[in-house]
């Protein structure tokens, strides 16, 4: 799964304003190309973090919305929980990158809660679907049961419509486009048909499609 991350992390630009929503979304911050350092914003109030310290030097408190101990970058900031949430609602972040239960073929996503099972938990997705430039998802191509996680239509309950342009899974990189999902890249060893069979709608291959890549973490 880090390697879904850090293929997300290659497409964040130089200096972009980046939330990262829990679990394998925070992956992300440890795979910074290079010569480009994103600002990585949570919603509880930091500006400015970086990946997780190592095991026994975590300072608690010092933590994401996830409640995951961070480290922070030179140049830091924080603030009130409120004006979190307006930077959110201003549109001043450029990029979320979030999980998903589920991605509809028209871009809709649902990550929140599957039916009425457990326990409701938005936290601040639903503003953030809504006020960053761009709105990606990372998550597994299909649930732990072999179920397709990108789908014609969500079946669980909305946290976003028409919301999200890019998904990186552990199969492939599609764009939503038109209403449909575009296959960007995908892995070598897995065939067009193969692909499909995993996927809930139908799929199109871009003419420039490419292999999907990633080192070895």
């Excluded at 408190?61 to 409120?82: E, M």
């Excluded at 939503?176 to 060893?189: I, P, T, W």
């Amino acid at each position: 799964m880090a390697q879904i991350a850090w293929r997300a992390a290659q497409d964040i630009e130089d200096g972009a304003y980046v939330n990262l929503g829990i679990g394998l979304p925070e992956l992300v911050a440890r795979f910074q190309p290079d010569g480009r350092q994103a600002v990585f914003h949570t919603e509880n109030g930091v500006l400015g973090f970086g990946e997780a310290p190592a095991e026994g030097e975590e300072d608690w408190d010092l933590i994401n919305a996830g409640k995951k101990a961070i480290t922070l970058k030179p140049g830091s900031a924080f603030f009130h929980h409120a004006d979190s949430f307006a930077m959110v609602r201003g549109g001043h972040l450029d990029v979320a990158i979030l999980g998903a239960y589920q991605v509809a073929q028209n871009g809709d996503l649902a990550n929140w809660r599957v039916g009425s099972k457990g326990v409701p938990a938005v936290g601040g997705a639903m503003d953030l679907v809504h006020g960053a430039g761009r709105v990606a998802v990372i998550t597994s191509h299909v649930t732990k049961d072999g179920k397709p996680k990108l789908v014609e239509k969500c079946t669980f309950p909305l946290t976003g419509v028409a919301c999200v342009t890019r998904i990186y899974t552990d199969l492939a990189v599609l764009d939503v486009e038109g209403g449909r999902f575009v296959v960007r890249e995908k892995l070598a060893s897995l065939s067009k048909d193969d692909l499909q069979s995993v996927t809930g709608a139908s799929l199109e291959f871009a003419s420039d499609l490419a292999d999907l890549s990633a080192p070895e973490l």
